[in-house]
């Protein structure tokens, strides 16, 4: 099975609104082996959603799109379904008394304009939407799903089990991701390629802003072959291999903490609290994170963390020295201490924009060093963040 997706609304096509709905489809659907042949997004217009729409079942054997099905004037997109398959659009009595009820119990008035959201293509099934008004709608090769992500993410799942229930969906599929991270993609590569000879099994480098994920996907009978793979990739780019499948740094991180009873605390001046918020993330950090300080000022540097007024002086708040009594200011077993010219002004000819000072210690040990990173303000902060954390991974590792 392939598939088209369409994106609907105009904020889309004017860059008011970035997708990551399309993203989050495509990548479910690679689990079951569907590929996706097109993504097109269009306008709030009824003429361009039914081209749109009769492009993609021409081209493809599912039509999946995103937007439009709420209650104003420019949510088009069931009438364009109707027009397309030439049915009336139609009220749904038990849709109507769900929605009705879902209105009463926010104490919101069921307004004229409101009762769209409750219509739908006649013959259509409905998704039942827990985290919204809106329910998805499926008939005929073609399914409509709210635009909030949060609303997809509540539907989409839903209609994979209703696929999957009809015998629509490849059961036998087996998908195994490799996260990496410090190692440029055109590198990795070609220190990798070879490896991926053997037919019948698809791969790819799917590059995140946590790493990038080489993914390889076939089927169950091949899942021996794919072991061989990985234990190679080990061999090959072991150090750069941050985890498999859902594993990320925060969260192996925390699991290492958890496991040696330690603490973590950190001193942010350059990244601004980016390390604290990706550790908060993780459910359950609590147990381990002492404590987060942005100390972006010199003169917090001094009094939160006992910072030298003349190693600030005579160095300068962006230095080794500054990084390293920054750690010292820090009590725990784990620390990490950032300090650097994030930009886009502030840097000098010896300190130029994106020179980074990373500070880490891990029980015994301890790692200063100084980095020049690339890119604008948000990149520079992102990899400074990114790096800080893989240094305190590999060290949990024994890498160092």
């Not at 609907?8 to 569907?34: F, H, P, R």
């Not at 054997?61 to 049915?87: C, Q």
Request: net charge neutral; with cysteine.
């Amino acid at each position: 099975m392939d598939a088209t997706i369409i994106l609907v609304g105009t904020e889309l096509l004017s860059g008011m609104t970035v997708d990551t709905n399309s993203i989050y489809m495509a990548e479910e659907l690679n689990k079951y082996g569907i590929e996706i042949r097109y993504k097109l997004v269009v306008g709030d217009n009824i003429k361009d959603i039914v081209e749109a729409i009769k492009y993609g079942s021409s081209k493809s054997d599912l039509v999946i799109l995103s937007g439009g099905l709420g209650p104003t004037m420019d949510d088009l997109t069931k009438l364009a379904i109707s027009e397309f398959l030439n049915v009336d659009l139609i009220v749904d009595k038990e849709d109507y008394l769900d929605l009705k009820n879902k209105y009463e119990s926010y104490n919101l008035v069921l307004e004229d304009k409101n009762i769209r959201e409750a219509e739908k293509p006649f013959g259509s099934q409905t998704i039942i939407n827990d985290v919204g008004m809106c329910k998805g709608i499926y008939i005929d090769k073609i399914v409509a799903f709210p635009g909030v992500p949060r609303e997809l993410y509540n539907l989409f799942p839903k209609f994979l089990k209703l696929l999957s229930s009809q015998g629509k969906l490849k059961k036998n599929i087996f998908i195994k991701d490799v996260l990496v991270w410090g190692i440029p993609e055109s590198l990795l590569e070609t220190k990798v390629s070879y490896l991926f000879k053997l037919k019948g099994i698809h791969y790819e480098f799917l590059v995140k802003d946590y790493g990038i994920i080489i993914r390889l996907q076939t089927i169950d009978a091949n899942r021996s072959d794919v072991d061989k793979i990985i234990l190679d990739l080990y061999k090959i780019i072991g150090e750069n291999i941050i985890g498999e499948d859902d594993e990320r740094m925060e969260i192996l991180i925390y699991k290492y903490l958890k496991d040696k009873n330690y603490f973590i605390s950190l001193a942010e001046s350059c990244t601004g609290g980016l390390i604290a918020s990706k550790f908060i993330e993780v459910d359950g950090v609590s147990s381990v994170f002492k404590e987060g300080i942005v100390c972006y000022s010199n003169e917090s540097k001094q009094t939160r963390l006992k910072v030298k007024k003349e190693t600030l002086d005579l160095y300068g708040a962006v230095s080794y020295e500054t990084c390293d009594e920054m750690l010292s200011g820090l009590d725990t077993e784990v620390k990490i201490a950032t300090t650097g010219i994030a930009g886009p002004n502030g840097g000098t000819k010896e300190k130029p924009v994106g020179t980074v000072y990373i500070g880490v210690v891990v029980g015994e040990k301890k790692y200063i060093k100084k980095y020049l990173f690339n890119g604008n303000r948000e990149k520079i902060r992102r990899l400074t963040m990114m790096r800080a954390m893989f240094e305190v991974l590999k060290i949990f590792k024994g890498v160092k």
